[in-house]
């Protein structure tokens, strides 16, 4: 009870701020675009061109630890995307969109804010190693099997300039990049700089999630039901469960244990719904599946914690 109380409720209590404040309207939609705004395309790119190029890309880069997350999401959208179409009578774009929740899970604003609560800020050069692929992977995969479905009978070159176009210009993408960028120059920048890079990243995780909470304000769960508990239940339960086991069994050390488990716990992002709102399919899942899954991974992440040395 002391973990649940010390470690992840802080992180759901600054969500619940923000889906409280735009619910009794001291924060207006546009208030809740503008900072989401700033966090997601400004004050995380920066948090993560900072932690990236600062990383030792040797010795974070474990292979293990990086197949054993990266194999749990991929069975999971495809656990997801098959279940949609198969289970559920959902059509091939529909599933895709679907089987992106199981996918994408929340890395970035709870899973770094929860691992760092419960193991500190050292214990998070694993996540940010995950977090640095994390987009690209994910969005890569997605976009790539939603285009070769929508292209039935189209020729497949034509999906390479899609897919690189729409994950190239991803703000967190950016900033990954150029991370890695003076990591591998050895790039040392001016002190005014490095300063204000520390302020924005700072900045970060509060108003990312504070941010959530009021963007989850708007995600009303309604309809589909059965389909939402089965995207959640790939989400907290199947993905963890994978990652946990190929992780025992590739014998992740201790310190990737704890980042790829931890992270495998977190609920669907709110990039979910980005991406079913892209392609205009299965919408409604996908935000109710975030609204539901963020709740009730107070408890399962709680759980899983147990699970973890």
Known sequence: MQTLISVILPVFV???FGYVAVWRGYFTASNVDGLMRYATSFAVPVLLFRAISGLDLAVEY???MMASFYAGATASFLAGMFGARWLFGRDWEDSVAIGFTGLFSNSLLLGLAITERAFGAEALA???????IHAPFCYGLGITVMEVVRARGKSRLAIVPTVLRAVF?????????????VNLTQLTLPA????AVDLMAESALPAALFAMGGVLFRYRPEGDIRVILYCCAVSLALHPAITWSLARLWQVDTDGFRSAVLTATMAPGVNAYLFASMYGRAQRVAASTVLIATGASVITVWLWLFAIP
């Open 14 to 16: 600054l969500i619940g």
């Open 62 to 64: 474990d292979l293990p």
């Open 126 to 132: 694993g996540n940010f190693a995950i977090v640095s």
């Open 169 to 181: 210009s991803n703000a967190l993408i950016l900033g990954i990049g150029l991370g890695f960028a």
């Open 192 to 195: 005014p700089v490095s300063v």
